[in-house]
């Protein structure tokens, strides 16, 4: 009961670790480097056109740019420009009246994460942007309805992976060898083998459709991504036909055709059992797709790219192949070895079942030795320092993993020292399992939830940019000010000397605000004890303050608090948030 009790614990700690240490909040990795006009510009006539450039490409289909008016009029000509791979720009109406203006973007980045911003700009005298208007361009986006579909979308296209690649490399590896230790048995030895067979191929045809049906799922769930809508405006056909003519659209286009020709393969239960006893069906038609269901993953997220991505791509292969040669051989040894065992009498059960436990336990080593070495590299090549562990989200996705990896560790070695002996014993004595297999049995259930565990860390990591990808580049931010909205520019954000602008906006009117006597600003650098410092703040027009040389140093989270007096009685109060690097 002591083992059941630490068993339980195990499963409950890790499942609240994955719901209560993961944060709802993703990060793109796309950065906006410059733009023109530039932010926060005051001209004094309006531009022919406006660009933004980013960091890395952008992909084409869903790159939208887009300028509004105070009143929340589009004043742009609406046709998207791409001047070179990682620009967009959109051409002005022409003879716009003098006032402020807003540029919202929305673009997915070559690994398929969305990233949405916007900055402002005035031409002539003072006007403004409504900040309601602008608050809800730059802010809006998919809710958690979605984001937790999408995400449970990649969990189960990882299960189905690792249900599929891991089954066969089970088929190959451990079951084949494991059956010939009952030579022998004659008519039972094969009236086993088809009983496994049939369960094996029941298991990996669900597999293969509900990887399917996670993929097709998929594509229309990264379209209200990047479009930041519902998943029912998202059924769209323009909108399936854009994400379809992306990278991410490439890599499932394909990775939906081998699940559904694996669901071909395996769905016709006679034939699917006769033909898993061939080792050529087995190792060629379905091994050569599951081989991409393995490369899809880093084709189409982090790995494939970054500047890293011939280093990275193989290590994240490596990566989805031992993951799913262990999650697949521990869900067939759960759920299709019984099927075979249950038709031998008690002493071939226990030989049976000794024999493919000790081949699996070769395979799960070599497992855990590989997903243990590529997770580390990937984590040095992906991560800037130890710190970027727990401050950033990806960092911690990592830390929740690594957690609930020891925890499989664990129970894998109470197997390999405990149950495996004692099987080996049993075998050698040609004893019935026992209480052994009631053990075992319940050992491989917890390693299965935490399994699941696992594979929903890994889809929420997905969407999280690691820091090293993640480049520092200009801030901006928003927050309320009283009646006011305020919004910040810090360039270039890295630690050292910053340029501040500060714009406030009549959160009603949109006018610019220029009640405050004076801006005080005061920066902080909580975890290492830094300031607060005054910045020296100086106005540079109506509702525009400027801090020319702000020493935002060392790198880290930096606390900026904004006062402005307005009155002998009354004063307005600001706190945000500056990550420099």
């Not at 449970?152 to 990882?158: M, T």
């Not at 067979?197 to 597999?207: D, G, H, I, M």
């Not at 395979?363 to 992906?382: D, E, F, K, N, P």
């Amino acid at each position: 009961m002591s083992l059941c009790r630490t068993i339980a614990g195990c499963v409950a700690a890790s499942a609240a670790v994955v719901a209560l240490t993961l944060p709802a909040e993703t990060f793109a990795h796309v950065v906006v480097e410059e733009t023109q006009p530039p932010r926060g510009a005051a001209l004094d006539r309006q531009p022919q056109r406006v660009a933004v450039t980013f960091d890395e490409p952008v992909e084409s289909s869903f790159g939208a740019l887009r300028v509004f008016d105070a009143s929340g009029e589009r004043v742009d000509a609406g046709d998207v420009e791409r001047p070179a791979d990682d620009t967009l720009a959109v051409t002005l109406d022409a003879g716009l009246p003098d006032g402020a203006y807003t540029v919202t973007y929305r673009v997915v980045s070559v690994d398929a994460h969305p990233v949405a911003g916007g900055y402002s700009f005035t031409v002539g005298e003072a006007g403004g942007a409504s900040a309601a208007a602008v608050s809800e361009l730059i802010e809006s986006g998919t809710g958690p309805v979605t984001e937790v579909a999408f995400g449970a979308a990649r969990a189960v296209g990882y299960a189905a992976t690792a249900l599929l690649a891991g089954g066969l490399a089970f088929l190959l590896l451990v079951w084949g060898p494991g059956w010939r230790a009952l030579a022998g048995a004659g008519e039972r030895a094969d009236r086993a083998a088809r009983a496994f067979e049939r369960r094996a191929a029941s298991l990996l045809a669900v597999a293969a459709l509900a990887g399917l049906l996670a993929t097709a799922l998929g594509i229309p769930l990264q379209a209200a991504t990047a479009t930041g809508e519902s998943l029912w405006s998202a059924l769209d056909a323009g909108l399936i036909h854009d994400v379809l003519d992306t990278r991410f659209g490439d890599v499932w286009t394909l990775r939906l055709a081998v699940f559904a020709l694996l669901g071909v393969l395996l769905g016709r239960r006679p034939v699917a059992t006769r033909r898993l006893r061939r080792r050529t069906f087995v190792s060629l038609a379905l091994g050569l797709p599951c081989a991409y269901l393995i490369v899809a993953p880093p084709l189409a997220g982090h790995a494939g790219a970054g500047d890293d991505a011939a280093l990275l791509v193989p290590l994240d292969a490596i990566h989805v192949a031992a993951m799913s040669a262990w999650v697949g051989g521990v869900a067939l040894l759960l759920l299709a070895v019984p099927a075979a065992t249950r038709a031998l009498p008690p002493q071939e059960r226990t030989r049976l079942l000794a024999a493919v436990v000790m081949r699996f336990s070769a395979v799960a080593s070599l497992a855990v030795a590989a997903l243990l070495a590529t997770g580390v590299a990937q984590s040095v090549l992906q991560l800037d320092s130890l710190a970027d562990f727990v401050d950033s989200a990806f960092g911690r996705a990592i830390l929740v993993k690594a957690a609930v990896f020891l925890a499989l560790v664990a129970l894998g070695g109470h197997n390999r020292r405990r149950t495996q002996p004692e099987l080996q014993r049993l075998a050698a004595g040609e004893q019935a399992l026992g209480r052994a297999g009631l053990v075992f049995r319940r050992v491989l259930r917890a390693e299965v939830a935490l399994m699941v565990a696992a594979l929903a860390v890994t889809a929420a990591l997905v969407s999280y940019s690691p820091s090293a990808g993640a480049q520092a580049g200009p801030f901006s931010g928003s927050a309320d000010l009283g009646p006011a909205r305020l919004e910040l520019t810090v360039d270039p954000a890295r630690a050292g000397r910053n340029e501040l602008h500060i714009y406030l906006f009549d959160a009603r009117s949109g006018a610019q605000y220029d009640r405050p006597r004076r801006l005080v600003i005061t920066a902080r650098e909580r975890d290492l004890d830094i300031g607060p410092l005054e910045l020296d703040v100086r106005k540079a027009g109506p509702g525009h303050y400027a801090v020319a040389r702000a020493n935002l140093s060392p790198a880290g989270d930096w606390e900026l608090r904004v006062r402005a007096p307005v009155s002998d009685f009354q004063e307005l109060r600001a706190e945000l948030e500056v990550p420099v690097r």
